[in-house]
């Protein structure tokens, strides 16, 4: 009888002692194909450096539709896992009813969303925010992925591929300091600082920035180049004036001693301010002095512009009601719409990229190694300048066969050791140990300077990549920053960034059509079988005892 007892508190103590260890030590293992619940090797050193008490608030708490129930689960099951990594990760869930106005207040506004439950639709409000927080640092983490051109499904499922990012790149942003120093070029006439707002606003959160005028390379050349060597990457947006040599020459040693570039460039002069006012406007080659430079580094940007059948919209006023004037959206073919090559962790996984009277950029052989980032569609062309554009052709029929040779380069990354573009010519001036061969550096050229620029409404700048007349969305914003992390070495969030999640989804409808169905299969069935096995069971029973 004591042996009975004994092997009854064996168990009850080896029950205690399990739940104890599983207590303390958390493993989850990922079966999933496609790794989801596998976190990457970026969020792991970010998380692991932690070392204060971070406090994550999720405003996700109450009962929810199905799908959204799983971004929940989801959101939780993410936090255990970083947890997991760094006791220092401390979360909860609240629910938001009670505290909406307050949330409201520190910008965190509710979406409304359509939810279709046996067969009718209805409207939910929901404030899918998180917010972390480290000492007198915080930042909101928007969790559910704002994707205007997706279905509300898509949305959700980009919303649950976002998690490792947002959470990521929010607890690098509060635990991280500034360190890399960004110039912004001027004085060859660049976009004004309101069209590039939305992007250094963006970028600011990430890196130091000033402006910097080449101006002074005229009076204090040395200095000059002093002052802009340090800084780890230059921005030079749409340039409309030429650089002198002693211009180039600065921006050329920069890149020898290592310095990366990120350059905007339209070579053709085509707006479409010009175009508006008159239906028409001549498009004809812009002299910006850096061919040579471009030439000698790898590339050549034509001076030519690309229309493409895959492309987004401009607005024509039509017509008049009252005293306003209505206007329609129209296919452009000189506006392309870039899909991602997936091809290199800057173009991974984006949304399309919007370009403006983009060039096309020809690679030349030498021993710089290139990366077409992105191009046009294999339903496009290039049309010579000078030449007339002409809001006419809006109205006429496309043939396709004349878009036979698309596929045009429009954003490259080139990696090496460049060659200087004086090497073997007279200095413009003379500076102390000129550069012939750089160091190993990273440069991107991007065909079309508007690919940076942000809307402007009632003078203020809007969202880098939202069509203010249609509320379309593109991948402009998300591109950029991912060649800038790219060119100042910050690859771990652009890996997160671009890891794909495949989430299956229910058929409402069709569940909705098949419920009685499906209801007296699993009833039904059941009791089938079991009848089965009970009329088959008796009859070799009773033919046994017979």
Do not use: C
Not at 15 to 32: E, G, M
Not at 383 to 399: A, C, D, F, H, R
Request: charged share 25%; net charge neutral.
């Amino acid at each position: 009888m004591s042996n009975k007892y004994s092997k009854i508190a064996f168990v009850l103590l080896g029950l205690l002692l399990i739940n104890f260890i599983s207590s303390k030590i958390y493993k989850r293992f990922d079966l999933t194909e496609d790794k989801r619940y596998t976190l990457s090797t970026a969020t792991k050193s970010i998380v692991e450096n932690i070392e204060d008490i971070i406090t994550i608030k999720v405003y996700l708490q109450g009962d929810f539709p199905a799908e959204f129930k799983r971004l929940q689960t989801e959101t939780k099951q993410h936090l255990e896992e970083l947890k997991a990594l760094n006791k220092n990760i401390r979360f909860k869930f609240i629910n938001p009813s009670e505290i909406a106005e307050e949330l409201i207040n520190k910008d965190l506004e509710p979406s409304r969303l359509q939810v279709q439950e046996n067969g009718k639709l209805s409207e939910i409000i929901i404030f899918p925010w998180a917010t972390v927080s480290l000492k007198n640092k915080s930042e909101n983490v928007a969790l559910l992925k704002d994707v205007f051109s997706n279905s509300q499904n898509e949305q959700l499922e980009s919303s649950i591929q976002n998690l490792e990012y947002a959470f990521a790149d929010a607890i690098h942003k509060v635990t991280s300091k500034k360190s890399k120093k960004i110039a912004i070029i001027k004085g060859n006439g660049e976009l004004n600082d309101i069209y590039i707002a939305d992007f250094l606003l963006k970028i600011n959160e990430y890196y130091f920035l000033a402006p910097f005028t080449l101006d002074s390379v005229e009076k204090q050349p040395q200095k000059t180049l002093n002052d802009i060597s340090k800084f780890d990457l230059i921005i030079v947006a749409k340039p409309t004036e030429k650089f002198s040599e002693e211009e180039k020459f600065t921006v050329d040693q920069f890149i020898m001693n290592g310095g990366k570039t990120l350059w905007l460039i339209d070579n053709v002069q085509a707006e479409l301010d010009s175009l508006m006012q008159t239906g028409e406007a001549l498009a004809y080659p812009r002299d910006l002095g850096l061919t040579d430079l471009f030439f000698n580094y790898g590339v050549r940007i034509n001076t030519d512009l690309i229309t493409d059948l895959n492309s987004s919209e401009i607005p024509l006023a039509t017509g008049n009601i009252g005293n306003k004037t209505q206007f329609n959206q129209f296919q452009w073919n000189y506006f392309p719409l870039l899909n991602s090559i997936n091809n290199h962790p800057i173009n991974n996984n984006i949304e399309a990229v919007n370009v403006k009277f983009p060039n096309s950029i020809d690679t030349l052989k030498n021993s710089i190694q290139k990366t077409v980032l992105l191009q046009s569609s294999s339903l496009s062309k290039t049309v010579g300048t000078p030449s007339i554009i002409s809001l006419k052709t809006i109205t006429e029929s496309q043939n396709p066969s004349e878009y036979a040779s698309g596929n045009k380069p429009i954003a490259v990354l080139l990696e090496g050791n460049f060659k200087s573009g004086y090497n073997g010519r007279v200095k413009p001036f003379k500076i102390e140990k000129p550069k012939e061969k750089g160091d190993y550096t990273k440069m991107v050229i991007i065909s079309d300077g508007d690919i940076i620029a942000n809307e402007i409404s009632k003078g203020k700048p809007l969202e880098l990549g939202i069509n203010k007349w249609t509320n379309q969305r593109y991948g402009n914003k998300e591109f950029l920053l991912n060649t800038v992390n790219y060119l100042l070495d910050d690859t771990g969030l652009i890996n997160i960034r671009s890891k794909n999640v495949n989430i299956d989804f229910l058929n409402k409808q069709k569940a909705f059509e098949e419920t009685q169905k499906w209801q007296l299969i699993n009833i039904l069935f059941p009791l089938i079988l079991l009848t089965f096995f009970g009329l088959t069971f008796n009859y070799f029973r009773k033919k046994k005892y017979q």
